[in-house]
């Protein structure tokens, strides 16, 4: 069945470096790919997504890289800050299952001062 | 404000007792779902519905019932409740099926003894 792969699960980096957590996903005809951030006691919530028909997308420190060929996207977040702790997650939805979204296991980004 | 509210938060049941946990959402979207987080596991889609009066099922259905009778209310319902449904479960919502932003509930920790 479709499968989101996500890695690493935890992740503790130095205040100020670069964090970046990969997912490959099963299903070739997946167009859609969100990263969601949940935050302690709370729900998640959207940071950053990307569509198919592009290769990269930038948020301020964030940024998204989709890669099709290899069915590959990653999140990489510069200059992290202690506000970015957080279980991160990705997650894959297109044509066959657009009405579903998979997502991966989660990572758990600490950030250490 | 727009939100998605879900009632209780918290609930502590026993093996075969019955319950319902509300979702409801302000946003007037069309898409609703539910989903389980599990440790490893990231989030799981048990239900999901397109709009009023269709539902489909997840990844993960057994065990669990919906309903969509109103646009705003999208309840879960555990006929017989058992110790592996102990989880923390999540409702979302999105204006429409594809390729956009899920708005999540605060959660409901579940726990079956």
């Known amino acids: ?113 | 404000e727009a939100q998605v509210t879900q009632n209780p938060r918290y609930l502590i049941t026993v093996t075969g007792k019955k319950l319902t946990v509300t979702c409801s959402q302000n946003m007037n979207h069309e898409y609703m779902s539910w989903y389980r987080q599990d440790p490893g596991l990231g989030l799981r889609q048990i239900y999901y519905s397109m709009n009023v009066e269709v539902t489909d099922k997840g990844d993960v259905p057994e065990g669990y019932k919906v309903s969509r009778k109103e646009k705003r209310n999208f309840p879960l319902i555990l006929e017989s409740p058992s110790p592996n449904q102990t989880s923390l479960y999540f409702c979302a919502s999105s204006p429409r099926v594809f390729y956009n932003e899920q708005f999540f509930g605060p959660g409901t920790r579940l726990t079956v003894l």
């Open chain 1, 1 to 113: 069945g479709e499968n989101v792969e996500q890695h690493p699960s935890t992740l503790s980096v130095q205040e100020g470096d670069s964090a970046v957590i990969k997912c490959t996903y099963s299903d070739s005809a997946s167009n859609y790919f969100p990263w969601y951030k949940q935050e302690l006691g709370k729900g998640p919530q959207l940071i950053i997504d990307i569509r198919s028909n592009v290769g990269e997308k930038k948020d301020q420190r964030i940024a998204v890289t989709l890669n099709k060929t290899a069915k590959h996207f990653s999140l990489h977040i510069t200059e992290t800050q202690p506000e970015d702790s957080a279980v991160y997650f990705c997650a894959a939805s297109g044509k066959s299952s657009a009405s579903k979204i998979i997502f991966g296991s989660g990572t758990r980004l600490s950030i250490r001062p």
